[in-house]
């Protein structure tokens, strides 16, 4: 088994304020500290959204590689259906909404254009699986359905909130093959057209790369607005770094 897991994410953004007003009215994080360059986010006591501030960065362009979305897993069903509740009075718009088999997510975008998913996992024992091979589809979720089913109101990303994966643009699916396995020890879990998905100790994903707007795109410009770091727990390689061909920036702690 690999022991290691995405602790959080680090966004670079020309709005510091705007930003984090965004993460903790709109998700229902809560601020974790941070100073004039820097906001954190999470939950009570754990860091998800890490945000600093460069008001010089150039916008982000979606045809570049770097992040896809950051997906947020949520603990129950029922909390998903409460943020779905939730939603339209911090007028919000979805960008999409999906039943992947594994699990159910709505997609949206902050801000600056940084894609974001809210999803809950089915039990894994309800994954269909062929040896390291898990099975996932995109079908359309019923809202009506999901918000009647969920009762109560949304507090915020419940203590056990995670960073349940991170989706990335990449420029080209074996390359990021080579990084994902060699560099990362990820199993390739999955494969959909021009994308591939991976896991770590027999979960769906972790991570997971497509060319759907970046196909053969160079490497990142660093003075852009997007991705900035996504940061792993890895005690075993604490201290380490390491880039993905398109300059993506992994940090172990």
Request: proline residues 6%.
């Given at each position: ?27 229902g ?16 006591d ?74 809950w ?133």
């Amino acid at each position: 088994m690999t022991n290691m897991a995405i602790d959080h994410v680090a966004l670079t953004v020309r709005d510091l304020l705007g930003m984090a007003d965004f993460y903790e009215r709109a998700l229902g994080l809560k601020p974790q500290g941070g100073d004039d360059a820097t906001r954190r986010l999470g939950t009570a006591d754990r860091t998800l959204i890490e945000l600093r501030h460069d008001a010089a960065a150039r916008p982000r362009d979606p045809r570049q590689a770097g992040l896809f979305h950051t997906a947020f897993l949520l603990p129950e069903r029922a909390d998903l259906g409460r943020w779905l509740r939730h939603a339209p009075d911090q007028d919000i718009r979805l960008t999409g909404a999906s039943d992947h088999g594994v699990s159910e997510a709505l997609y949206l975008d902050d801000p600056e254009g940084n894609g974001i998913e809210i999803y809950w996992d089915r039990p894994p024992s309800e994954w269909t699986r062929d040896g390291d091979r898990i099975e996932m589809f995109t079908h359309r979720l019923d809202l009506t359905e999901l918000s009647q089913a969920s009762p109560g109101e949304w507090q915020g990303v419940p203590q056990d909130g995670s960073i349940g994966h991170v989706h990335l643009q990449v420029g080209d699916i074996d390359r990021a093959d080579a990084f994902f396995r060699g560099d990362l020890g990820l199993t390739r879990t999955f494969d959909g057209p021009g994308g591939a998905w991976y896991g770590w100790n027999g979960y769906h994903h972790q991570l997971a790369g497509n060319v759907w707007n970046s196909r053969d795109a160079r490497p990142r410009d660093p003075q852009m607005t997007g991705l900035a770091e996504i940061v792993l727990n890895a005690p075993d390689r604490a201290g380490q770094v390491l880039h993905d061909p398109w300059g993506t920036r992994f940090a172990m702690i």
